[in-house]
Nanobody, 122 residues
Framework: QVQLVESGGGLVQAGGSLRLSCAAS????????MGWFLQAPGKEREFVAA????????YYADSVKGRSTISRDNPKNTLYLQMNSLKPEDTAVYYC???????????????WGQGTQVTVSS
């Protein structure tokens, strides 16, 4: 089993930055791919970014490409999402997820955190 705990969310003005963290425990952190997803009120969960087990490959949703960076520190069992130039439409609950493959599909991830709220004011 894997436990994931997100942190780093909060209220920020448009144009600002946040760094989300996801602390993992349980299985060895470098044994699974990781991703970030978001869910805005009344909407389905959406893919944000994903990175493979080694941290060498990653890809992003078009909506965040160029503004966000996913990274992982395997010795520290932690995943990060650096978000810059935030927009009000980025407002959502952000979830980290762990799974066996590098994927943008939520169904490919077996482990989920509880989420952290990001609110961007205009």
């Amino acid at each position: 089993q894997v436990q994931l705990v997100e942190s780093g969310g909060g209220l920020v003005q448009a144009g600002g930055s946040l760094r989300l963290s996801c602390a993992a425990s349980g299985r060895p952190f470098n044994s699974y791919a990781m991703g970030w997803f978001l869910q805005a009120p009344g909407k389905e969960r959406e893919f944000v970014a994903a990175q493979d087990r080694s941290g060498l490959r990653q890809y992003y949703a078009d909506s965040v490409k160029g503004r966000s960076t996913i990274s992982r520190d395997n010795p520290k069992n932690t995943l990060y999402l650096q978000m810059n130039s935030l927009k009000p439409e980025d407002t959502a609950v952000y979830y980290c997820a762990g799974g066996g493959v590098l994927s943008d599909r939520s169904q490919d991830y077996s482990y989920w955190g509880q989420g952290t709220q990001v609110t961007v004011s205009s």
